[in-house]
């Protein structure tokens, strides 16, 4: 049998990428077209629709792919193998045996064989593609099997001699490709009698854990909007060439690319829904496309993007979730896009086709989903479906006012994800809304409870008259309940209304203002964040102050607040009271990184974890805070730099250096006219503890002991601000010089000796170093 493919497809086998499951979905898509053609044909099909996938049991095992469908010819079975070979309907068919067939195959393995057969022959036939066996003529064997049943019909795709990474993948990871495929092909699995078996074990279709049709939300309190919205758009019927598959500009009556004659016209429609799911999620949510009913893109968001026609390129503003985007998203939908045209991986719809252009337009409009920021750039409310439920759902707030469920006092987010798996797992509870609608109720209920506990104990069980009577501007001397008010008997049978006067709930952006209006600049951390991987952002680092509590939207006690201002700038609050800090030691940077990171990883849609994400901004946009020996050298040595010239200072205020080099040993003596030789300053040592000029040069220990031997010089405010000779006590004294000469230990080791420090050693430096600037005279 000649499979000879064409030079293009040659040049492409080995260019195209296919994961473990796209390679076994594309063996999938053609037993599933064979199976949708007999549907389509009305014909009855009693043996049913089942495509079964057999997995590799050891890394020389096989993968094989059996179908029940029609089977084929010999004729039909030369042309489905043949490389780069296509049927004749371009629009309707997930794949046919072509280019798929062939770089999923040779990516899974070395020899591939096909039988086939119909009911009523006498034999399997088929043939096999061993890519070691055959030569320049692309001649492929034929082969035969035995049939012991003639009324046997359908396909077998044996692949052996299996790669061996993508042999441990399939053995492995059994459960992960039938979660994959389900997903991929829920729509197919769900709407038509086909079954699918991998491993043995049925594919279920990967459904949406959605809310109902009849959810909704009122937004401003009156306008209602639905949690599920129908997507059904009919465009102007298109002209595509049925050889080549592609849609015609004009209405020539040949095909502008391929040049044949096989033109037909075909509907084009924008089908399906988008809505509301029932959790949030960090990265299941988004919107699914499918093109014949097979999955495209799952969980796709670029729709939550602007890209402004205005701008210019890389300016993309993502637009949802934004608002506590370290929550995911929870806007869904499942749009059918058959007209559309896709990459040969079968991943990616072609973006830059006018289709998709209109499909974008149709579900998110051109204006951006944000009111304010439509208004401010000129556009129109958009009012778009996509718009719609942005609008209505964009909070995660608890109660019915965004559709979340909450215990009372604040979202149940972990609690309706795990009600999602149970839903995926197919509990029989868990299968309508039900349960996450009772718990928006069950939070109103708690909510309203509260509030109605907290009136009654803000209003007394009798009015104070004497306040009422003062609001109402009656003399302050007239009397109370209970003694004689003869002015007014005739109305006082009439119990007097309370008083109730509505608190005024601070907004967020109230309380925002307030935090900052009492916060300082941090000006390390008043910076721009961020990783080439994950996207940038500029942050203004703000220290809240002492007496104030920083508090999140649901009226917790936070270590750090993030707030989004426009486009990429965030501005950061934090607390310096909270127990992470005050009492766990907490670094400011390592909490503030771990909230930037969930922002980043939502907006660059980043697979990587938590800790990853944390590691890689902060070498990324903290390199200064590096700790190695080289840059925490370098900040001690600077440290002793400006200690050193303080030191010689105070001793020149004193005359007090001959004194000081006295106290050098003969050995720091003779290093630090050596040190001063090194550096060039030769002339300076014949005046050595004739000035201060040695204290520069001086072992930097040696420093440590000049403060311990002469702290009357240094201390009180001369170079460090810590007491001493006004200390009575002598441990008094002692104390107040060990913090200083404690510190100074560690930073003049570690600026000797930085190269050989260990992490440890580091660390504690760096904390001496923050410790003893504070105790430098003047730096309070």
Same mark, same amino acid.
């Not at 299996?162 to 490709?177: P, Q, Y």
């Not at 991929?184 to 491993?199: N, T």
């Not at 690319?257 to 033109?263: P, Q, R, S, T």
């Not at 403060?707 to 200390?727: I, K, L, N």
């Given at each position: 049998?000649?499979?000879?493919?064409?030079?293009?497809?040659?040049?492409?086998?080995?260019?195209?990428?296919?994961?473990?499951?796209?390679?076994?979905?594309? $063996?999938? +898509?053609?037993?599933?077209?064979?199976?949708?053609?007999?549907?389509?044909?009305?014909?009855?099909?009693?043996?049913?629709?089942?495509?079964?996938?057999?997995?590799?049991?050891?890394?020389?095992?096989?993968?094989?792919?059996?179908?029940?469908?029609?089977?084929?010819?010999?004729?039909?079975?030369?042309?489905?193998?043949?490389?780069?070979?296509?049927? =004749?309907?371009?629009?309707?068919?997930?794949?046919?045996?072509?280019?798929?067939? =062939?770089?999923?195959? #040779?990516?899974?393995?070395?020899?591939?064989?096909?039988?086939?057969?119909?009911?009523?022959?006498?034999?399997?036939?088929?043939?096999?593609?061993?890519?070691?066996?055959?030569?320049?003529?692309? *001649?492929?064997?034929? /082969?035969?099997?035995?049939?012991?049943?003639?009324?046997?019909?359908?396909?077998?795709?044996?692949?052996?001699?299996?790669?061996?990474?993508?042999?441990?993948?399939?053995?492995?990871?059994?459960?992960?490709?039938?979660?994959?495929?389900?997903?991929?092909?829920?729509?197919?699995?769900?709407?038509?009698?086909?079954?699918?078996?991998?491993?043995?074990?049925?594919?279920?279709?990967?459904?949406?854990?959605?809310?109902?049709?009849?959810?909704?939300?009122?937004?401003?309190?009156?306008?209602?909007?639905?949690?599920?919205?129908?997507?059904?758009?009919?465009?102007?019927?298109?002209?595509?060439?049925? +050889?080549?598959?592609?849609?015609?500009?004009?209405?020539?009556?040949?095909?502008?690319?391929?040049?044949?004659?096989?033109?037909?016209?075909?509907?084009?429609?924008?089908?399906?829904?988008?809505?509301?799911?029932?959790?949030?999620?960090?990265?299941?949510?988004?919107?699914?496309?499918?093109?014949?009913?097979?999955?495209? $893109?799952?969980?796709?968001?670029? $729709?939550?993007?602007?890209? =402004?026609?205005?701008? /210019? #390129?890389?300016?993309?503003?993502?637009?949802?979730?934004?608002?506590?985007?370290?929550?995911?998203?929870?806007?869904?939908?499942?749009?059918?896009?058959?007209?559309?045209?896709?990459?040969?991986?079968?991943?990616?719809?072609?973006?830059?086709?006018?289709?998709?252009?209109?499909?974008?337009?149709?579900?998110?409009?051109?204006?951006? !989903?944000?009111?304010?920021?439509?208004?401010?750039?000129?556009?129109?409310?958009?009012?778009?479906?996509?718009?719609?439920?942005?609008?209505?759902?964009?909070?995660?707030?608890?109660?019915?006012?965004?559709?979340?469920p909450g215990d009372g006092h604040k979202p149940v987010h972990a609690a309706t994800r795990d009600w999602g798996r149970k839903f995926q797992a197919g509990d029989p509870e868990f299968q309508t809304d039900e349960h996450w609608w009772q718990q928006v109720l069950r939070h109103e209920e708690i909510k309203n409870r509260g509030k109605e506990a907290r009136t009654a104990a803000s209003v007394p069980t009798q009015p104070d008259e004497k306040a009422v009577a003062e609001a109402l501007g009656f003399p302050t001397d007239m009397p109370t309940s209970g003694m004689a008010r003869p002015e007014i008997a005739a109305t006082a049978s009439a119990p007097a209304a309370p008083v109730s006067v509505k608190e005024k709930k601070e907004t967020r952006s109230?309380?925002?203002?307030?935090? *900052?209006?009492?916060?300082?600049?941090?000006?390390?951390?008043?910076?721009?964040?961020?990783?080439?991987?994950?996207?940038?952002?500029?942050?203004?680092?703000?220290?809240?102050?002492?007496?104030?509590?920083? !508090?999140?939207?649901?009226?917790?006690?936070?270590?750090?607040?993030?707030?989004?201002?426009?486009?990429?700038?965030?501005?950061?609050?934090?607390?310096?009271?909270?127990?992470?800090?005050?009492?766990?030691?907490?670094?400011?940077?390592?909490?503030?990184?771990?909230?930037?990171?969930?922002?980043?990883?939502?907006?660059?849609?980043? +697979?990587?974890?938590?800790?990853?994400?944390?590691?890689?901004?902060?070498?990324?946009?903290?390199?200064?805070?590096?700790?190695?020996?080289?840059?925490?050298? #370098? *900040?001690?040595?600077?440290?002793?730099?400006?200690?050193?010239?303080?030191?010689?200072?105070?001793?020149?205020?004193?005359?007090?250096?001959?004194?000081?080099?006295?106290?050098?040993?003969?050995?720091?003596?003779?290093?630090?006219?050596?040190?001063?030789i090194a550096a060039g300053r030769v002339s300076l040592v014949g005046h050595l503890g004739r000035n201060s000029g040695f204290v520069h040069h001086m072992p930097a220990l040696a420093l440590v002991r000049l403060v311990q031997a002469m702290p009357e010089s240094f201390m009180d405010g001369a170079v460090f601000r810590g007491p001493y000779a006004g200390v009575s006590s002598p441990s008094g004294k002692a104390l107040s010089l060990a913090r200083v000469t404690g510190c100074l230990a560690d930073v003049a080791t570690l600026g000797t000796f930085a190269g050989g420090a260990t992490a440890q050693q580091m660390r504690r430096a760096r904390l001496s170093i923050a410790l003893l600037r504070d105790e430098l005279a003047g730096e309070e």
């Amino acid at each position: 049998m000649k499979i000879t493919p064409s030079a293009r497809v040659l040049s492409m086998l080995g260019e195209i990428d296919f994961d473990e499951w796209q390679c076994v979905a594309e $063996l999938v +898509d053609n037993p599933f077209d064979n199976f949708l053609d007999i549907l389509r044909s009305g014909t009855e099909w009693p043996d049913g629709f089942t495509v079964s996938v057999t997995l590799p049991s050891s890394p020389k095992g096989v993968l094989e792919v059996r179908d029940t469908g029609r089977g084929m010819s010999y004729d039909q079975l030369a042309r489905a193998v043949r490389a780069g070979w296509s049927g =004749n309907d371009m629009h309707d068919k997930l794949g046919l045996f072509g280019m798929g067939f =062939n770089i999923s195959t #040779a990516r899974l393995g070395r020899r591939t064989r096909v039988l086939t057969t119909r009911a009523g022959d006498t034999e399997w036939i088929g043939v096999e593609i061993d890519l070691d066996r055959i030569k320049d003529d692309f *001649e492929a064997e034929d /082969i035969t099997e035995p049939k012991s049943d003639p009324s046997q019909h359908g396909t077998r795709i044996i692949v052996d001699r299996l790669h061996r990474t993508r042999a441990e993948w399939l053995r492995r990871n059994g459960s992960a490709l039938r979660n994959t495929l389900g997903s991929v092909y829920s729509w197919i699995l769900a709407e038509h009698p086909f079954d699918l078996y991998v491993g043995g074990t049925r594919v279920k279709p990967v459904r949406h854990c959605r809310w109902g049709d009849d959810r909704y939300v009122l937004y401003n309190g009156k306008e209602r909007i639905p949690a599920y919205i129908q997507i059904d758009q009919k465009l102007q019927d298109g002209i595509a060439c049925q +050889d080549c598959g592609e849609w015609q500009i004009g209405s020539g009556e040949v095909c502008s690319v391929c040049g044949g004659g096989n033109l037909t016209v075909r509907e084009r429609r924008i089908h399906g829904w988008l809505g509301v799911q029932r959790y949030l999620d960090k990265t299941e949510y988004g919107i699914d496309f499918l093109r014949n009913g097979r999955k495209i $893109l799952r969980w796709d968001k670029r $729709l939550f993007t602007w890209n =402004n026609p205005d701008g /210019i #390129a890389g300016n993309e503003e993502p637009e949802y979730p934004v608002e506590l985007a370290h929550q995911g998203g929870r806007l869904i939908g499942e749009i059918h896009l058959d007209h559309v045209p896709v990459t040969y991986q079968k991943d990616a719809f072609e973006y830059g086709d006018r289709s998709w252009l209109t499909t974008v337009e149709l579900l998110r409009g051109a204006a951006p !989903l944000q009111p304010q920021r439509a208004h401010k750039l000129g556009y129109p409310e958009n009012d778009s479906p996509l718009a719609l439920l942005f609008k209505g759902f964009r909070r995660n707030d608890a109660g019915l006012r965004y559709l979340v469920p909450g215990d009372g006092h604040k979202p149940v987010h972990a609690a309706t994800r795990d009600w999602g798996r149970k839903f995926q797992a197919g509990d029989p509870e868990f299968q309508t809304d039900e349960h996450w609608w009772q718990q928006v109720l069950r939070h109103e209920e708690i909510k309203n409870r509260g509030k109605e506990a907290r009136t009654a104990a803000s209003v007394p069980t009798q009015p104070d008259e004497k306040a009422v009577a003062e609001a109402l501007g009656f003399p302050t001397d007239m009397p109370t309940s209970g003694m004689a008010r003869p002015e007014i008997a005739a109305t006082a049978s009439a119990p007097a209304a309370p008083v109730s006067v509505k608190e005024k709930k601070e907004t967020r952006s109230e309380r925002l203002a307030r935090y *900052e209006s009492v916060a300082t600049p941090h000006a390390y951390l008043h910076r721009s964040f961020g990783h080439p991987e994950l996207g940038y952002v500029k942050v203004r680092t703000l220290l809240l102050k002492s007496d104030e509590r920083l !508090l999140d939207d649901n009226g917790l006690h936070v270590p750090v607040l993030l707030d989004q201002r426009s486009g990429n700038e965030l501005t950061a609050l934090i607390d310096p009271e909270h127990a992470a800090f005050r009492r766990f030691g907490a670094d400011y940077a390592d909490l503030l990184l771990v909230d930037l990171a969930a922002v980043l990883k939502v907006r660059a849609r980043s +697979d990587w974890s938590p800790s990853q994400l944390v590691a890689a901004i902060r070498a990324e946009s903290l390199q200064d805070s590096a700790l190695d020996g080289t840059t925490v050298g #370098a *900040e001690a040595r600077d440290l002793l730099a400006e200690i050193r010239a303080r030191v010689a200072e105070a001793l020149d205020h004193s005359d007090g250096y001959a004194t000081a080099y006295d106290h050098l040993t003969p050995e720091e003596q003779f290093a630090t006219e050596e040190e001063m030789i090194a550096a060039g300053r030769v002339s300076l040592v014949g005046h050595l503890g004739r000035n201060s000029g040695f204290v520069h040069h001086m072992p930097a220990l040696a420093l440590v002991r000049l403060v311990q031997a002469m702290p009357e010089s240094f201390m009180d405010g001369a170079v460090f601000r810590g007491p001493y000779a006004g200390v009575s006590s002598p441990s008094g004294k002692a104390l107040s010089l060990a913090r200083v000469t404690g510190c100074l230990a560690d930073v003049a080791t570690l600026g000797t000796f930085a190269g050989g420090a260990t992490a440890q050693q580091m660390r504690r430096a760096r904390l001496s170093i923050a410790l003893l600037r504070d105790e430098l005279a003047g730096e309070e």
